[in-house]
């Protein structure tokens, strides 16, 4: 019995596997890209929430306010628009942390 179980589990591990990769990942995630920069911008808004993922419904980690400089050392697009990485920036295809703002309240 354990051996038909076993096999029954491994087939279904195995049908799983060969499911394309991009059925998994949600379509915002496929539009989703990043790329290294190092470019100096400075707040254009009065207030400017720093959210620790770059979105909109990430967890707001801190503020900058107007007049502030920044130096960006990643910049992203996905569908909520595109974002600057400003501070320990975390960039791979697991995780993607630090510290964001968008960057349409930027200038420069």
Known sequence: MRKRVASLFATAALVGAALPVAAAMP?????????????SYTVSQEK?????????RGSVVGYKYKDNKVHADYA?????????????????????????????????
């Open 76 to 108: 992203c697009s996905n569908s909520t628009g595109n974002w600057v990485c400003i501070g320990q920036c975390h960039v791979d295809e697991d995780a993607i942390t630090g510290r964001w703002v968008f960057r349409n309240y930027l200038k420069g």
């Open 27 to 39: 379509a915002s995630a496929a539009a989703f890209s990043c790329q290294p920069v190092s470019h």
């Open 48 to 56: 400017v929430a720093v959210h620790a993922t770059p979105s909109p």
